[in-house]
T-cell receptor
């Protein structure tokens, strides 16, 4: 069973629109970590945020904000006033404390296209 | 320029060739990783190294052979690959093995012909 689901394969918005990228995860572990990464066309994944399962406080960083809701197993990412430079593939990922390899389980990604 | 450098950026190889991918990090990190990114599949962990010791081999075929001579360098040796091995191979590092955010390289785009 897929543990991280990003149901939106591709989203297209016009510059300055707000956009929310959805992430739903599945785990039986009570301690886990959630991540978001951005992959621009250059290829490297850029770390955006890490959230542990005991911290449900929402976070805002500039135009980026994250909404973590354990009740719905979701960790959604919102970009406010989107810009063309936000165009990239965004990945949500899960790391489970019981996994001794600490591997990241990635979702399939959401491609965001911000049009001028 | 990222803190993790991968070379080459692109590689085309025949099924009988032997080649190596190189990864280098100057971040002082103790853990390094190889991930595979194929079209239409989620990123897959291949190998994990902590202080030059392999701590995870995620059921990867033996035609992929990792090497970590020191904590700054990681190699992926390739031999007798198949066309389905064509993918973007990403190297990453983190402070230690754990639930940390990784720093990724830009990847090597491998095409097996």
């Amino acid at each position: 069973a897929q543990k991280v689901t990003q149901a939106q394969t591709e989203i297209s918005v016009v510059e300055k629109e707000d956009v929310t990228l959805d992430c739903v995860y599945e785990t039986r572990d009570t301690t886990y970590y959630l991540f978001w990464y951005k992959q621009p066309p250059s290829g490297e994944l850029v770390f955006l945020i890490r959230r542990n399962s005991f911290d449900e406080q929402n976070e805002i960083s500039g135009r980026y904000s994250w909404n973590f809701q354990k009740s719905t197993s979701s960790f959604n990412f919102t970009i406010t006033a989107s810009q063309v430079v936000d165009s990239a593939v965004y990945f949500c990922a899960l790391s489970e404390a019981q996994d001794s390899s600490y591997k990241l389980i990635f979702g399939s990604g959401t491609r965001l296209l911000v049009r001028p | 320029e990222t803190g993790v450098t991968q070379t080459p950026r692109h590689l085309v190889m025949g099924m009988t060739n032997k080649k190596s991918l190189k990864c280098e990090q100057h971040l002082g990190h103790n853990a390094m990783y190889w991930y595979k990114q194929s079209a239409k599949k989620p990123l897959e962990l291949m190998f994990v190294y902590s202080l030059e010791e392999r701590v995870e081999n995620n059921s990867v075929p033996s035609r992929f052979s990792p090497e970590c001579p020191n904590s700054s360098h990681l190699f992926l040796h390739l031999h007798t690959l198949q066309p389905e091995d064509s993918a973007l191979y990403l190297c990453a590092s983190s402070q230690d093995v754990g639930h940390y955010g990784y720093t990724f390289g830009s990847g090597t785009r491998l095409t097996v012909v």
